[in-house]
């Protein structure tokens, strides 16, 4: 089986903007399925609202498309429910950061054998660019047009915290990387969190000078540092220069988990 | 194998461009009947993919269909190639 088969051909092209990067992570994770061997029947893709939580309706098989910020409660009831399918979680920032904040820390916490996928496009991109948890600092929105003046959750640190077995952060331009922490994620057993950054040409690079989709692109190339190399740099007494986002797997352990076939 | 652009779902957005390493795609000129200006191919026969792919048994490079958001780009096989006889006149 191909990642073509996995699509729904019936439902492309889909609704995503032009140069969006929630459909790169969509390749990705299929990719990561794909190499692992799911079959369609066993797998369930769930979702909240927003944009990146339309992907599973792209994708040919059993998907749950729920209410605002609640996929991950949905989800561990899919999981403990039937603990023979495999879960897959699509979540976006504002999905997973703002309105569902604790169900991602509690869910972390339990530990629940669920890989979540975030595409962080660090905006609410489909209801019209207002600012997200994830903001970065200095960030134009709708809701913040003099600039962001909170500081951004780093999602990555907070699942590590919590208790997340699996947790990496890669960009959209990584998708070799991206589908190898995909894949690492689905195979451990727990709760497994892959934070990829993509880009929102319409919203959030309008707004912040990234006039080309390719623009951004180029930022995520160029701003981006491996979590060792920052790690390697303290250890010498040097400064991580500021802005760079780290990327990497963060956190790899054997929490027991919830959820686990027997 | 040949290299192909779905020009139903192909929305233009040029991050093929980006990242081919042997700069295959070009920003193309000309926008067609939807209005989406899809990149044009600079001679496709030299892309990694479509010249070892049957060779090795797997996908070789494949970077501009894994970041392609549309999932537009594709490998088609080719026709088997047929030899043609060329009367040579004296």
């Known amino acids: ?262 | 194998m040949r290299l192909q652009i779905d020009e139903h779902r192909c929305k233009g957005c040029n991050l093929c461009t980006l990242v081919c390493p042997y700069r295959i795609f070009k920003p193309g000129k000309q926008a067609n009947r939807r209005g989406v200006v899809i990149p044009e191919l600079d001679r496709p026969e030299r892309c990694a993919n479509c010249r070892l792919r049957n060779l090795y048994g797997r996908t070789l490079c494949g970077t501009c269909q894994m970041i392609c958001p549309d999932q537009a780009i594709s490998w088609v096989e080719e026709d088997a190639h047929v030899p043609k006889k060329v009367a040579i006149e004296y």
């Not at chain 1, 969006?20 to 990719?31: F, Y």
């Not at chain 1, 660019?129 to 600039?147: E, N």
């Not at chain 1, 690079?205 to 920052?230: C, M, P, W």
């Open chain 1, 1 to 262: 089986m191909s990642e073509e088969e996995w699509l729904r051909q019936d439902r492309l092209p889909h609704i995503f903007c032009a140069g969006c990067g929630n459909g790169t992570v969509i390749n990705c994770t299929l990719s990561a399925v794909e190499q692992i061997g799911w079959k369609k029947q066993d797998t369930v893709f769930v979702s909240g609202i927003g944009c990146s939580s339309r992907a599973p309706g792209y994708i040919a098989a059993d998907s749950l498309h729920t209410t605002h910020g609640r996929a991950l409660a949905f989800a561990t009831g899919i999981k403990l429910a039937n603990p023979a399918l495999n879960v897959v979680v699509f979540t976006g920032d504002g999905d997973l950061a703002a309105i569902g904040g604790n169900h991602f820390i509690h869910a972390c916490r339990r530990n629940i054998d669920i890989t979540v996928v975030c595409m962080n496009n660090m905006i609410y991109g489909m209801t019209g660019g207002q600012g997200s948890p994830t903001t970065p600092a200095g960030g134009l929105s709708t809701t913040t047009p003099y600039g962001s003046e909170e500081p951004a959750f780093d999602l990555c640190v907070l699942a590590s915290a919590a208790g997340a077995n699996y947790v990496a952060r890669w960009t959209s331009y990584h998708v070799r990387e991206l589908t190898r922490a995909i894949l690492t994620g689905l195979e451990t057993p727990g709760f497994s969190f892959i934070e990829s950054l993509v880009q929102c040409p319409t919203n959030y690079g309008r707004r912040n000078r990234f006039k080309q989709v390719t623009d951004q692109i180029e930022y995520f190339r160029s701003h981006t540092i491996l979590v060792e190399k920052a790690g390697r740099m303290k250890e010498k007494g040097e400064e991580v220069p500021a802005g760079m986002i780290l990327s990497g797997e963060f956190v790899r352990r054997n929490r027991p988990a919830l959820g686990v076939r027997q």
